[in-house]
């Protein structure tokens, strides 16, 4: 009778907790080689069946015969949804349980790779999160598949060992040769920025391009009206955001890791995240089952862009809203619940009307283009900025680069910074209502300015803070101290100019 213990990683949404797997085994009298089995105590009932067969099948097809024992392997805490990364471990513990693999030599590691029936360990998502929930155990020397070995290498203190097949880690753990590890200096966050477009590209267009740098430089949501350029504006965005800092550059780059793109993490530079308008609610959100974060969780930090936004579905559309508000998606399903980051710069852009003809060849009815825009209605209240895009820009003429744009931008920000720095928040447009009226008051004359256009109707007592906020950036661009009344103007002018274009 034989007993071996060893861990590894689960994740519950981007949250990964180590789970330690207990392996016992007594021989069965009179049992024929292969006739004892393995049982699996602590997996969803639905998921020991395919996790046992394809161990089994792994052990028998590439590592020492089968041990002929009765092998029962404890997963605690017991999960209620099995990640086949823990294969690797479920097999290994098997095995030392057994006699064939000295137990010693898997205490202090943790295993992570799913099983093919042949012994191949397959890549895994999530290796990055899983990777550094080790690290911040105490754990240090991980075994992962080779094809994550580069990705796993990027985080600090991990020994990160690559492993191919099951019977290469078998036969290295018997002979004490588990020692290899990953060693890659080119796995480090990647500095250089992989957007090659530039606001100097963007002709014309004014009014957007001063609405995108006060987004930037406030944190605001964008919303662009109109058949110009509103794409090309939207994919330079990310190009004037301040860089992502360590941390948040990790955070994103897990994000990616779990979503199954470690490739496409953008490393320094905030994230542009664009999906197509027949795209599903789990894509845009999320999926529960299959534990994978959706595009909104790709923009986290970073651009989550709707082209043609009324082209898609209500039900993506209205959930947007709760992301907006709590910098987060919350997703339920099979007995479980999951949480992923989605704190973004929405920048949502519409044609004048569905039609997909020019404006002049146009014949959709004033009712017609009313109920187009109607469909964004619950996001627009959430949207402080607007600006509309023309195709022929009579003013068209080389802009800024981006360059020039973002170092506004990052000025503005490090003086936001500075005001909020004994707070929880980052941005101007984090700033609840109530701290932002009584923290950081406005100048009189700005104040009223605004309270003449909430009395007169044009906007909500939601809509007055969502305008403070855009005077407070007006503000930080221009380096003053407190907004006067030619910021709070600006506000108001940046919140009314898409509803102008659009009445014309």
């Known amino acids: 009778m034989g007993h071996a213990s060893t861990r590894s990683v689960t994740l519950t949404g981007l949250s990964a ?251 320094v530079t905030p994230p542009l995240s664009a999906p197509h308008h027949t795209s599903t609610a789990a894509a845009v959100f999320g999926s529960v089952a299959g534990n994978r974060p959706g595009a909104v969780s790709l923009a986290h930090c970073g651009v989550l862009h709707l082209a043609d936004a009324p082209e898609f579905a209500s039900p993506v559309l209205d959930g947007l809203c709760r992301p907006l508000d709590s910098g987060q998606v919350h997703l339920t399903g099979l007995g479980r619940s999951v949480r992923y980051p989605a704190r973004f710069t929405l920048v949502l852009d519409t044609r004048p009307c569905p039609c997909p003809e020019r404006r002049e060849e146009c014949a959709c009815t004033p009712e017609v283009k009313r109920r187009y825009r109607a469909r964004l209605a619950l996001l627009l209240s959430r949207v402080a900025v607007r600006a509309p895009v023309e195709q022929r820009d009579t003013s068209a003429r080389a802009g800024e680069p981006s360059a020039t744009v973002a170092a506004r931008v990052l000025a503005a920000r490090i003086r936001a910074a500075h005001r909020l720095a004994d707070t929880p928040w980052r941005t101007n447009a984090e700033i609840p209502a109530p701290d932002l009226r009584t923290r950081f008051p406005v100048t009189p004359e700005a104040a009223e300015l605004l309270r003449s256009a909430a009395n007169a109707g044009l906007v909500t007592a939601d809509g007055l803070s969502r305008l403070l906020r855009v005077a407070w950036t007006l503000t930080d661009l221009r380096g003053a101290d407190r907004p006067q009344a030619d910021d709070a103007a600006g506000a108001l002018d940046l919140w009314k100019r898409a509803d102008t274009d659009a009445a014309r």
Not at 114 to 141: F, H, K, N, W, Y
């Open 17 to 267: 907790h180590l789970i330690d797997i207990d392996a016992d085994t007594h021989a069965e009298a009179g049992a024929a080689p292969g006739d004892a089995g393995l049982h699996v105590v602590g997996l969803p009932e639905l998921s020991v069946w395919p996790a046992r067969a394809r161990i089994r099948a792994a052990i028998c097809n590439g590592a020492p015969p089968w041990p002929d024992t009765q092998v029962t392997v404890t997963v605690t805490p017991a999960l209620p949804v099995y990640n086949a990364a823990a294969d690797l471990a479920l097999a290994v513990a098997a095995l030392a349980a057994a006699g064939l693999i000295p137990p010693e030599r898997i205490a202090g590691r943790v295993f992570l790779g799913e099983l093919a029936l042949d012994g191949q360990i397959c890549p895994i998502r999530g290796v990055l999160p899983m990777v550094a929930a080790a690290v911040r155990a105490g754990i240090s020397t991980v075994v992962v598949p080779a094809a994550c070995a580069r990705e796993a290498a990027q985080v600090p203190g991990a020994v990160v060992i690559p492993a191919t097949r099951l019977a290469d880690v078998v036969d290295d753990l018997c002979h004490g040769t588990l020692r290899n590890p990953h060693h890659d200096h080119g796995s480090e966050v990647a500095l250089s920025s992989p957007f090659a477009v530039d606001l100097a590209d963007v002709p014309g267009n004014p009014a957007a391009r001063r609405a995108l740098e006060v987004c930037a430089a406030g944190g605001h949501h964008l919303f662009l009206s109109g058949d110009g350029p509103a794409t090309m504006l939207a994919e330079r965005l990310p190009g004037i955001l301040p860089p992502l800092t360590g941390e948040t550059a990790r955070e994103v780059a897990e994000i990616y890791s779990l979503a199954g793109h470690p490739g496409r993490a953008p490393g």
